[in-house]
């Protein structure tokens, strides 16, 4: 395994790793101190006493202590996760296109997803009535997940088709698979009645609000074992920043890491994306933070990136359930809102220093 | 002295005669979802029980002041379970599934009522809101009444139509200057615009599609009916009929628009039979007549 990391020269290799060690630390303090803040915070009051009635005791049926261990914990887990998820499957995608504005939608996950789900709930609406209604509660996760997936795959089969290798074709590829689903969910909009269309709205407005422990843990595990491997896969990423030829003549399989980079994004995102419908902007902007911070090290983007990710989502959703209590105000009102100034902000910064360069 | 078995065998009778007498049953803390049950709940006299409604609750104003908690499809479970219910109501609109998935894993008592376009669907609510409340004869008092002013209005109703063609109408919610929705049928609009003996001009259609200029136009309506609401958002009546379209129709020649406020038209509660009443006159009035609110 090559690293472009070690390559470097002596002091800059200091600088750079004192700055890969402090401000992730910083960026974690930062994270830990929000997590505290937005358990604190919601609709109902906690008591210190709540905490002590863990979600093994009788006391957690209803009341402060319910509201906290089944609601609020998991509700925080699950943002945790999917921020970090999105953050990952984002660094993945910039660093697979080797292009910053990349991000997990451009694989056709997202509008996957809602395709999938806008035939569900209109063309096929008698699915929901034969279906048993435990059954039911799963099946727009199921099918967003696997509509997500499919989309996903079929784009990379399509783009090694008509341009074997290109990794700009796979994103022209996706831009064009991207419309065609855009029209089915425009078509099934349509059709749609009035409740069906609404339903449609809600699922691509995105929230986080139907969190339960199974989610949180589900997208915690995956998010365990895709993130390892992601790790892995850091050297060859570092190596494909130099471009594709230069990566393939240093030995590096790059159809293979195409095909598991894209496996990873799909799968991360697609969790995501079932669960709570689409969030805006963290894919994006993650990993431009991330890069901020620690430079352009993929070993060091990547985590940095899950934490950039698991910040911004836990502040915007904090703000999103409590500013309007007792409504909830759209989740990614707040990603958009609190990403997009930071994300100029980031870009001046960046500019400034291309240009003194 | 009564023997332990005599107080055993009164007990069913002691508890009988509590659940039917108000005096015993502790006071609720109800959320409202839907704005016409929260006009049901005040018509019953039981507003003091209310803790909460949804932003369609509207009517009488006093529920504007009540805490809101947002739009009927993306409640939020926290923030339903800070007001402290002890029942929540609401439309089959209510949602999120997850959330209410939530609501009945924290214990409270989701009361999901049917919403349906007749007015038969008034008078089952408002028997099933009684007796949630604890308020039977008061439902049944006010059952009797919308049942008394519902056939009053359907008498009319027949009066005025009688005796020319039933008028051509059209429904248009516009909420941006622009845009707008028109009704076909299976809407509460159809429903209204059905028992004011008027035909619906967008009948073939179901539900509520996208205006398109030429189906307007194809429907030739006599009358456009359109909400208080929508006539705000989309500039007066000057500026509803400068939507594509409708100026060109029979409706927009004569400038004969019919404007009622959303919920007394659309929601099928307690203001209902006097809507229809003010509907008919409205539609069924000589040509030239303009706006009526």
Same mark, same amino acid.
């Given at each position: 395994?090559?690293?472009?990391?070690?390559?470097?020269?002596?002091?800059?290799?200091?600088?750079?790793?004192?700055?890969?060690?402090?401000?992730?630390?910083?960026?974690?303090?930062?994270?830990?101190? /929000?997590?505290?803040?937005?358990?604190?915070?919601?609709?109902?009051?906690?008591?210190?006493?709540?905490?002590?009635?863990?979600?093994?005791? %009788?006391?957690?049926?209803?009341?402060?202590?319910?509201?906290?261990?089944?609601?609020?914990?998991?509700?925080?887990?699950?943002?945790?996760?999917?921020?970090?998820?999105?953050?990952?499957?984002?660094?993945?995608?910039?660093?697979?296109?080797?292009?910053?504005?990349?991000?997990?939608?451009?694989?056709?996950?997202?509008?996957g997803a809602a395709a999938a789900v806008a035939l569900t709930l209109t063309v096929f609406a008698s699915l929901h009535a034969v279906l048993?209604?435990?059954?039911?509660?799963?099946l727009l996760? *199921?099918v967003g997940?696997g509509g997500?997936?499919a989309?996903?795959?079929?784009? %990379?089969?399509?783009?090694?088709?008509?341009?074997?290798?290109?990794?700009?074709?796979?994103?022209?590829?996706?831009?064009?698979?991207?419309?065609m689903t855009f029209a089915v969910v425009g078509l099934c909009s349509f059709i749609a009645n009035d409740d069906q269309l609404?339903a449609i709205?809600?699922w691509?407005?995105?929230? *986080?609000?139907?969190?339960?422990?199974?989610?949180?843990?589900?997208?915690?595990?995956?998010?365990?074992?895709?993130?390892?491997?992601?790790?892995?896969?850091?050297?060859?990423?570092?190596?494909?920043? *130099?471009?594709?030829?230069?990566?393939?003549?240093?030995?590096?399989?790059?159809?293979? *890491?195409?095909?598991?980079?894209?496996?990873?994004?799909?799968?991360?995102?697609?969790?995501?994306?079932?669960?709570?419908?689409?969030?805006?902007?963290?894919?994006?902007?993650?990993?431009?933070?991330?890069?901020?911070?620690?430079?352009?090290?993929?070993?060091?983007?990547?985590?940095?990136?899950?934490?950039?990710?698991?910040?911004?989502?836990?502040?915007?959703? /904090?703000?999103?359930? /409590?500013?309007?209590?007792?409504?909830?105000?759209?989740?990614?009102?707040?990603?958009?809102?609190?990403?997009?100034?930071?994300?100029?902000?980031?870009?001046?910064?960046?500019?400034?220093?291309?240009?003194?360069? | 002295?009564?023997?332990?078995?005599?107080?055993?065998?009164?007990?069913?009778?002691?508890?009988?005669?509590?659940?039917?007498?108000?005096?015993?049953?502790?006071?609720?803390?109800?959320?409202?979802?839907?704005?016409?049950?929260?006009?049901?709940?005040?018509?019953?006299?039981?507003?003091?029980?209310?803790?909460?409604?949804?932003?369609?609750?509207?009517?009488?104003?006093?529920?504007?002041?009540? =805490?809101?908690?947002?739009?009927?499809?993306?409640?939020?479970?926290?923030?339903?379970?800070?007001?402290?219910? @002890?029942?929540?109501?609401? @439309?089959?609109?209510?949602?999120? =599934?997850?959330?209410?998935?939530?609501?009945?894993?924290?214990?409270? =008592?989701?009361?999901?009522?049917?919403?349906?376009?007749?007015? #038969?669907?008034?008078?089952?609510?408002?028997?099933?809101?009684?007796?949630?409340?604890?308020? !039977?004869?008061?439902?049944?008092?006010?059952?009797?009444?919308?049942?008394? #002013?519902?056939?009053?209005?359907?008498?009319?109703?027949? !009066?005025? $139509?009688?005796?020319?063609?039933?008028?051509?109408?059209?429904?248009?919610?516009?909420?941006?200057?622009?845009?707008?929705?028109?009704?076909?049928?299976?809407?509460?609009?159809?429903?209204?615009?059905?028992?004011?003996?008027? @035909?619906?001009?967008?009948?073939?259609?179901q539900g509520?599609?996208?205006?398109?200029?030429?189906? $307007?136009?194809?429907?030739?309506?006599?009358?456009?009916?359109?909400?208080? !609401?929508?006539?705000?958002?989309?500039?007066?009546?000057?500026?509803?009929?400068?939507?594509?379209?409708?100026?060109?129709?029979?409706?927009? !020649?004569?400038?004969?628009?019919?404007?009622?406020?959303?919920?007394?038209?659309?929601?099928?509660?307690?203001? @209902?039979?006097?809507?229809?009443?003010?509907?008919?006159?409205?539609?069924?009035? =000589?040509?030239?007549?303009?706006?009526?609110?």
């Open positions: 395994m090559n690293s472009v990391g070690s390559a470097l020269p002596s002091p800059l290799a200091a600088a750079s790793s004192r700055r890969t060690w402090s401000r992730p630390m910083l960026l974690t303090a930062a994270l830990v101190l /929000t997590v505290i803040v937005a358990v604190q915070f919601g609709a109902v009051p906690i008591a210190a006493s709540d905490w002590l009635n863990g979600p093994w005791s %009788d006391a957690t049926k209803t009341g402060g202590a319910h509201v906290l261990w089944q609601l609020r914990l998991p509700r925080l887990g699950l943002t945790l996760a999917v921020g970090a998820a999105l953050g990952l499957a984002g660094a993945l995608s910039q660093a697979l296109f080797r292009n910053p504005m990349a991000e997990p939608s451009l694989l056709g996950v997202t509008s048993p209604a435990q059954a039911r509660l799963w996760p *199921l997940f997500a997936l989309v996903c795959f079929s784009l %990379d089969r399509l783009s090694r088709w008509l341009a074997p290798g290109s990794i700009a074709a796979l994103l022209l590829c996706g831009l064009a698979l991207q419309a609404r709205n809600f691509t407005l995105g929230s *986080l609000a139907g969190a339960n422990w199974i989610m949180a843990a589900v997208m915690g595990g995956a998010l365990l074992v895709l993130g390892t491997l992601a790790l892995r896969v850091a050297p060859r990423l570092n190596a494909l920043a *130099l471009g594709e030829a230069a990566a393939a003549h240093v030995g590096i399989d790059v159809e293979r *890491l195409r095909w598991q980079c894209i496996t990873m994004v799909a799968l991360l995102s697609a969790l995501a994306v079932a669960w709570c419908g689409n969030i805006a902007f963290i894919g994006l902007m993650a990993p431009h933070l991330a890069r901020q911070l620690v430079g352009a090290d993929q070993h060091h983007v990547l985590p940095n990136a899950m934490l950039a990710g698991a910040l911004l989502l836990v502040v915007a959703d /904090t703000l999103a359930r /409590t500013l309007a209590v007792p409504a909830e105000i759209p989740v990614g009102v707040f990603s958009a809102l609190i990403g997009a100034p930071w994300f100029l902000f980031l870009l001046r910064g960046a500019v400034r220093r291309m240009g003194s360069a | 002295m009564l023997s332990r078995r005599h107080v055993l065998s009164l007990a069913p009778a002691a508890a009988l005669l509590m659940l039917g007498g108000r005096a015993w049953a502790a006071p609720q803390r109800v959320i409202a979802v839907g704005g016409a049950l929260t006009e049901l709940i005040y018509e019953l006299g039981a507003q003091g029980e209310l803790v909460g409604v949804d932003s369609t609750s509207l009517y009488p104003s006093d529920a504007t002041k009540l =805490p809101n908690v947002g739009y009927a499809r993306t409640l939020a479970a926290e923030g339903l379970l800070s007001l402290a219910p @002890t029942m929540v109501v609401a @439309t089959e609109e209510a949602g999120p =599934p997850a959330v209410l998935r939530q609501l009945e894993a924290a214990k409270v =008592p989701l009361h999901v009522l049917r919403a349906e376009h007749r007015f #038969e669907g008034v008078l089952e609510r408002t028997k099933a809101l009684g007796e949630l409340l604890g308020r !039977q004869r008061q439902a049944t008092a006010l059952s009797q009444k919308l049942q008394a #002013e519902w056939t009053a209005s359907r008498a009319q109703v027949t !009066q005025l $139509a009688a005796g020319h063609r039933a008028p051509r109408v059209l429904f248009v919610l516009s909420n941006a200057a622009n845009q707008a929705r028109i009704a076909g049928s299976a809407t509460a609009a159809d429903a209204m615009i059905g028992y004011a003996a008027a @035909t619906n001009a967008l009948g073939d259609a509520y599609k996208m205006l398109s200029p030429e189906a $307007a136009i194809a429907a030739a309506p006599d009358v456009i009916l359109a909400t208080t !609401q929508g006539l705000d958002a989309s500039g007066g009546i000057d500026g509803l009929l400068k939507l594509p379209g409708l100026a060109q129709t029979p409706a927009g !020649q004569s400038k004969r628009v019919v404007v009622m406020e959303t919920m007394a038209l659309l929601g099928f509660g307690p203001r @209902t039979p006097k809507a229809l009443t003010t509907l008919a006159q409205a539609l069924h009035a =000589p040509a030239g007549a303009g706006k009526t609110a």
